[in-house]
């Protein structure tokens, strides 16, 4: 079974940046899609970044010009660098990826906070 790890997570305030990494450890499966989730609480899990297989990268379009998606395939590590933060970015953010015909892997979460 695949685990994901998420790093990178923190204080910052409004304006500042972090960069979140994901490693992908134990039997790793053929990749449909990968990318971050995010939950605020209160909210709905919402869809932040995006990478296909096809090579598409999708964003939200509350991130897009501010975040991007990245991977290291040598290092089983995906990426997310938010720039220009805001206080609404805050929130607790998942990778997850969705193998072809398995169901979905996702990490345990690490938390964004981001102070006006």
């Known amino acids: 079974q695949e685990q994901l790890v998420e790093s990178g997570g923190g204080l910052v305030q409004a304006g500042g940046s972090l960069r979140l990494s994901c490693i992908s450890s134990g039997r790793i499966f053929a990749i449909d899609s990968m990318g971050w989730y995010r939950q605020a609480p209160g909210k709905q899990r919402e869809l932040v970044a995006q990478l296909t297989s096809g090579g598409k990268t999708n964003y939200a379009d509350s991130v897009t010009g501010r975040f991007t998606v990245s991977r290291d395939s040598a290092k089983n590590t995906l990426f997310l660098q938010m720039n220009s933060l805001k206080p609404e970015d805050t929130a607790t953010y998942y990778c997850?990826?969705?193998?072809?015909?398995?169901?979905?892997?996702w990490g345990q979460g690490t938390q964004v906070t981001v102070s006006s």
């Open positions: 997850y990826n969705q193998p072809f015909g398995r169901s979905s892997n």
